[in-house]
């Protein structure tokens, strides 16, 4: 980009300095920048990028753009303009070579279920033979390349540059996660979506979000902004699905499991290891369990319908596809004894997602099985939901362990205080703050009559504690604590 393109495309309000010989990089980290960087102010939750414009100068920036009067310190550039967010993504876009407009992308949002139908998609497309990208909460994957994920929808020169690498190796499709923290601050603003989805909406966000009516708003701009020749698919059995699609102009498909869509499905059958489900007459089987995984696997399959695909041809493809980690992820061990319980990890870290994987397994419970729940609750984020968490795993766990999740900066023991008073004063439950301790415990302290839940962390490979990320994984803890159990119960078995 040119700084004649650059004046073009950005509009300034004001711009003063002289012309700059030439442009370097895109930069909304003022300490990543470099000798004729583009630093752009941005006005952000817990900082102002405005308080380190004399930095950015400082640092070799040629342009310097802001929303505010600021004059320039040497021989930089200032641009001011109306807002600094709405341009970013278009600019990060543009000098990016405009990745987005060649592919087809696929957006998926709500409060639980995105990071399974988006990886769902990403594996019908690949099954299918398409040259596919996935960006989401778990990892990005560009074709069989496999990247770390940081957030759930990166910024938006992060995402302009993951889309150009996508488009330089060869990708038709992205799909894609998007949070409604992303939505709220423009980083996907200007992009054009081919098909997007909601999966529900319940309690989360509000230690970001002002209401749950702020929180469905941030949703909603996602369809408010589709254009008449993109598709809306929404699940239907959700209280927000009306309300997601009143002013979008997108052509909308609702779905439903309760008689309330267009498209109707039904549960035949549900087990530990699969679920077989029927939507219009299509029916297939997924190794994924439970009815909320249902709703996920069936608006994949719509959002691939939407995209030209026949439904029956992708319904072939979904027992191949098994849905994102840590999402009800079942720990086994390669042994051919069955002496241990039956655990499963799962990301669910809100009210709603937590009811969902705890009232899945007590369905699945035997008459002689019981349900074990550990589970915490993460520090720095919304309080309310800690007691309505407890309160669940009372409703559906027959015993219950409370630990710590991502304390983050606060105490875990308060935490875990503040959980404790979900529950009634007549339900017996254990505290335990080591997370590994009480893993160790719920596993190696039980028989294999017992399914335990182990919710909060899912695929996530860390534990935040006081700002520093240390390495925990619940799956390793718990395949560990299985491999001990199962070595101390086939002691003195006849071989």
Same mark, same amino acid.
């Given at each position: 980009?040119?700084?004649?393109?650059?004046?073009?495309?950005?509009?300034?309000?004001?711009?003063?300095?002289?012309?700059? #010989?030439?442009?370097?990089?895109?930069?909304?980290?003022?300490?990543?920048?470099?000798?004729?960087?583009?630093?752009?102010?941005?006005?952000?939750?817990?900082?102002?990028?405005?308080?380190?414009?004399?930095?950015?100068?400082?640092?070799?920036?040629?342009?310097?753009?802001?929303?505010?009067?600021?004059?320039?310190?040497?021989?930089?550039?200032?641009?001011?303009?109306?807002?600094?967010?709405?341009?970013?993504?278009?600019?990060?876009?543009?000098?990016?070579?405009? $990745?987005?407009?060649?592919?087809?992308?696929?957006?998926?949002?709500?409060?639980?279920?995105?990071?399974?139908?988006?990886?769902?998609?990403?594996?019908?497309?690949?099954?299918?033979?398409?040259?596919?990208?996935?960006?989401?909460?778990?990892?990005?994957?560009?074709?069989?390349?496999?990247?770390?994920?940081?957030?759930?929808?990166?910024? $938006?020169? #992060?995402?302009?540059?993951?889309?150009?690498?996508?488009?330089?190796?060869?990708?038709?499709?992205?799909?894609?996660?998007?949070?409604?923290?992303?939505?709220?601050?423009?980083?996907?603003?200007?992009?054009?979506?081919?098909?997007?989805?909601?999966?529900?909406?319940?309690?989360?966000?509000?230690?970001?979000?002002?209401?749950?009516?702020?929180?469905?708003?941030?949703?909603?701009?996602?369809?408010?902004?589709?254009?008449?020749?993109?598709?809306?698919?929404?699940?239907?059995?959700?209280?927000?699905?009306?309300?997601?699609?009143?002013?979008?102009?997108?052509?909308?498909?609702?779905?439903?499991?309760?008689?309330?869509?267009?498209?109707?499905? #039904?549960?035949?059958?549900?087990?530990?290891?699969?679920?077989?489900?029927?939507?219009?007459?299509?029916?297939?089987?997924?190794?994924?369990?439970?009815?909320?995984?249902?709703?996920?696997?069936?608006?994949?399959?719509?959002?691939?319908?939407?995209?030209?695909?026949?439904?029956?041809?992708?319904?072939?493809?979904?027992?191949?596809?098994?849905?994102?980690?840590?999402?009800?992820?079942?720990?086994?061990?390669?042994?051919?004894?069955?002496?241990?319980?039956?655990?499963?990890?799962?990301?669910?870290?809100? $009210?709603?997602?937590?009811?969902?994987?705890?009232?899945?397994?007590?369905?699945?419970?035997?008459?002689?099985?019981?349900?074990?729940?550990?589970?915490?609750?993460?520090?720095?984020?919304?309080?309310?939901?800690?007691?309505?968490?407890?309160?669940?795993?009372?409703?559906?766990?027959?015993?219950?362990?409370?630990?710590?999740?991502?304390?983050?900066?606060?105490?875990?023991?308060?935490?875990?205080?503040?959980?404790?008073?979900?529950?009634?004063?007549?339900?017996?439950?254990?505290?335990?703050?080591?997370?590994?301790?009480?893993?160790?415990?719920?596993?190696?302290?039980?028989?294999?009559?017992?399914?335990?839940?182990?919710?909060?962390?899912?695929?996530?490979?860390?534990?935040?504690?006081?700002?520093?990320?240390?390495?925990?994984?619940?799956?390793?803890?718990?395949?560990?604590?299985?491999?001990?159990?199962?070595?101390?119960?086939?002691?003195? #078995?006849?071989?």
């Amino acid at each position: 980009m040119t700084y004649n393109e650059l004046i073009a495309f950005s509009k300034p309000i004001t711009v003063q300095g002289g012309n700059p #010989e030439q442009l370097g990089k895109l930069c909304i980290d003022s300490r990543k920048v470099e000798k004729d960087d583009i630093f752009i102010a941005i006005r952000g939750t817990q900082t102002d990028g405005h308080k380190f414009v004399l930095q950015a100068a400082k640092s070799g920036a040629s342009v310097i753009i802001v929303e505010e009067d600021i004059e320039p310190s040497k021989d930089e550039t200032v641009l001011k303009v109306e807002d600094t967010r709405e341009l970013l993504s278009p600019l990060a876009q543009r000098m990016a070579g405009d $990745p987005a407009r060649n592919l087809t992308i696929i957006a998926v949002t709500g409060t639980n279920g995105k990071t399974t139908v988006a990886t769902l998609v990403w594996q019908i497309l690949t099954e299918l033979g398409e040259s596919a990208a996935l960006l989401g909460t778990v990892s990005k994957r560009i074709k069989n390349k496999v990247l770390d994920s940081r957030l759930t929808t990166a910024d $938006p020169i #992060e995402l302009a540059s993951d889309m150009k690498r996508a488009v330089d190796e060869g990708c038709s499709y992205l799909v894609m996660e998007v949070s409604s923290h992303a939505l709220h601050q423009k980083r996907v603003a200007g992009i054009s979506f081919e098909v997007a989805a909601f999966t529900n909406l319940s309690l989360d966000h509000l230690d970001y979000h002002s209401s749950m009516s702020d929180y469905a708003d941030s949703k909603k701009i996602l369809f408010d902004t589709l254009p008449s020749t993109s598709w809306a698919i929404v699940n239907g059995d959700d209280d927000y699905a009306d309300y997601m699609v009143q002013d979008t102009k997108a052509k909308v498909i609702d779905f439903s499991f309760e008689g309330n869509g267009q498209v109707q499905a #039904e549960i035949l059958k549900t087990s530990p290891d699969q679920t077989v489900i029927d939507a219009e007459g299509v029916k297939f089987f997924t190794p994924l369990v439970g009815k909320f995984n249902a709703y996920n696997v069936v608006e994949s399959l719509i959002i691939g319908t939407s995209l030209g695909y026949d439904g029956k041809l992708i319904a072939d493809t979904i027992p191949a596809c098994k849905g994102a980690e840590g999402r009800l992820e079942k720990v086994i061990l390669n042994t051919g004894s069955k002496n241990y319980p039956l655990v499963f990890v799962d990301y669910a870290h809100t $009210p709603d997602a937590l009811e969902n994987v705890a009232s899945t397994l007590s369905e699945l419970k035997q008459v002689n099985q019981k349900l074990l729940i550990v589970f915490g609750c993460g520090g720095d984020r919304d309080k309310s939901k800690r007691p309505q968490m407890a309160k669940i795993a009372e409703e559906y766990g027959d015993k219950v362990i409370v630990t710590s999740d991502n304390p983050r900066t606060e105490d875990p023991v308060k935490i875990i205080e503040e959980i404790k008073t979900g529950f009634s004063s007549s339900f017996s439950y254990r505290s335990i703050v080591s997370r590994k301790e009480a893993i160790h415990t719920a596993i190696t302290k039980t028989d294999r009559n017992t399914i335990i839940l182990i919710a909060g962390k899912g695929h996530e490979t860390y534990q935040e504690i006081n700002g520093i990320r240390n390495y925990f994984d619940d799956r390793e803890e718990a395949r560990d604590a299985l491999s001990k159990l199962n070595r101390n119960t086939n002691i003195g #078995e006849d071989n």
